[in-house]
């Protein structure tokens, strides 16, 4: 039995599933996965399933009906976790954006430093990402720079996708409240673990854009994680109601909570 689990949503990734799955089981510290499968047209649950054989109780698949977005996907898989036992909980891409060796580093982050979510940060010590177009680098960097002044969050990297959070944390967050998608999802986990007076603690690493299959976030998830940041801090709240002329598309992605 493993104390981590690592959860992979996925949606089309035959080109880097296997990959990734045999990666993280050749690491020295165990660690099993779940994979949150979206029924993926291009046959990625097939790929899963047939190693499964190989990986009986270290490997596990969820799967749903159709793509219903990266934040359903890890609250599923934060359910399944804390139902299953585990004390150590991951989110990390497929696509090898996030090196898998650094999960034993966020591990120690959490189980020997004190850390109760540990952030795999590309803006510690820098820019630390490889291959993006500079356009994704700095929309990416100056929504980090826009959550930590909306929230007063000390984190340099606030939509970062690689992370491992205590049991404890998922415990306590009400993970039925949360609503969101995308980079708004990373933004509203890390800001309910900060809110509730957890240790939220950065490690550096270095992200690597993907290199096989393509990329899925759209327009609608840049522009959610825009609400969500205002949504989470409640001064603002109080602006945006005086301002609802502005603020159109806040029902269609925030709701009226
Ligand atoms: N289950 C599930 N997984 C998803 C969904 N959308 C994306 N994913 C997976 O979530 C991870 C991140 O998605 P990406 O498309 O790589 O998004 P991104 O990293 O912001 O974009 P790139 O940097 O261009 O790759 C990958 O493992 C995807 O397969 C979804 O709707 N459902
Ligand atoms: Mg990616």
Known sequence: MSDSLVIIPTYN????????????????????????????????????????????????????????????????????????????????????????DDLIRLYNACANEGGDVAIGSRYITGVNVVNWPMGRVLMSYYASAYVRFITRMKIRDTTAGFKCYKRKVLETIDLDSVRSDGYAFQIELTYLAFKHGFRVTEVPIIFRERIHGYSKISRKVVREAFWITLKCHAPWREIWHHLPFLFRDYDEFVGKG
């Open 13 to 100: 990734e035959k080109e880097n599933i296997e990959r990734i799955i045999r990666k993280v089981f050749s690491l020295e510290k165990e660690f099993h996965i779940l994979i949150i499968e979206d029924n993926s047209p291009d046959g990625t649950a097939a790929i899963v399933k047939k190693l499964m054989k190989e990986f009986p109780d270290r490997l596990f698949i969820e799967e749903r009906k159709g793509k219903l977005g990266l934040g359903t996907a890890y609250i599923h898989g934060f359910k399944w976790s804390l139902k299953h036992g585990y004390g150590y909980t991951f989110e990390m891409d497929a696509d090898f954006s996030h090196n898998p």
